[in-house]
T-cell receptor
C-alpha cells in the first residue's frame, strides 16, 4: 500500500553540523506534510509543516523542502544541538482527509 | 490545561483483562484523535472525534477496541480482553478548530500499555 517512509532509521551528527533527514512518500494525492520530533517518553511535538503548493518553508533553525516530482520531503536542521537528539517523523495527509499517516521515524543522535 | 494529558502513564495488565485509557485534550480543542505506536514504529491512526459528530472509527483494529468522548472533552479508549499484540504506546492528540486537516495536532505524552 501507499505509505510515508524515511530513508534511514538512524542518523549520527556532530554537534554544530547541519542535519538532513529524508522522507519519501508514494501517494501523489498527499498535499500536506508535517514533521514531528519525539523525545524519549514524550509525545510527538510539531516542528514545521508544508503544503503542496510550496517547495520550501523555513522556521527557527529548520527548513523543510518538498519535491513533488520525486515525492520527497526533507527536514534540515541548522547547527544541530544536543537537544535535537530525538526521533523525527514525517507525516502526511490526503486532500480530503484529516488522519495523519506517519513514517517509521529517523533517530537522530548528536555527538558532542 | 497547558497541554494534552493522558493517564495512566504506564499500564501493565494480564492477557484477557480490560483496560481504560484516558485523554484530556487542550481546553477549547474540538477535535480529538487516538493513535497507537508500536515499538520502533510510526503512529497508527485509531479513531477521531469532532464535536458532536459521529466518530471516525475506521482505524480501530478490532471490535475489542472502543472509545467515547463525554461532553466533547475527555475521551476514554477501552480495550477489552487484551492481547499481547495490544502492547504499545497509545497517544492522544487534539486540534483547535473543526478538525480541518491542516490544524496542528498536539499530542499528549502517551500511555504505555504492556500486556503480559
Amino acid at each position: 500500500g501507499e505509505s510515508v517512509g524515511l530513508h534511514l532509521p538512524t542518523l549520527s551528527v556532530q554537534e554544530g553540523d547541519n542535519s538532513i533527514i529524508n522522507c519519501a512518500y508514494s501517494n501523489s494525492a498527499s498535499d500536506y506534510f508535517i514533521w514531528y520530533k519525539q523525545e524519549s517518553g514524550k509525545g510527538p511535538q510539531f516542528i514545521i509543516d508544508i503544503r503542496s503548493n510550496m517547495d520550501k518553508r523555513q522556521g527557527q533553525r529548520v527548513t523543510v523542502l518538498l519535491n513533488k516530482t520525486v515525492k520527497h520531503l526533507s527536514l534540515q536542521i541548522a547547527a544541530t544541538q544536543p537537544g535535537d537528539s530525538a526521533v523525527y517523523f514525517c507525516a502526511e495527509n490526503l486532500s480530503n482527509d484529516y488522519k495523519l499517516s506517519f513514517g517509521a521515524g529517523t533517530t537522530v543522535t548528536v555527538r558532542a | 490545561g497547558a497541554g494534552v494529558s493522558q493517564s495512566p502513564s504506564n499500564k501493565v495488565t494480564e492477557k484477557g483483562k480490560d483496560v481504560e485509557l484516558r485523554c484530556d485534550p487542550i481546553s477549547g480543542h474540538t477535535a480529538l484523535y487516538w493513535y497507537r505506536q508500536s515499538l520502533g514504529q510510526g503512529l497508527e491512526f485509531l479513531i477521531y472525534f469532532q464535536g458532536n459528530s459521529a466518530p471516525d472509527k475506521s482505524g480501530l483494529p478490532s471490535d475489542r477496541f472502543s472509545a467515547e468522548r463525554t461532553g466533547g472533552s475527555v475521551s476514554t479508549l477501552t480495550i477489552q480482553r487484551t492481547q499481547q499484540e495490544d502492547s504499545a504506546v497509545y497517544l492522544c492528540a487534539s486540534s483547535l478548530t473543526r478538525g480541518a486537516r491542516t490544524d496542528t495536532q498536539y499530542f499528549g505524552p502517551g500511555t504505555r500499555l504492556t500486556v503480559l
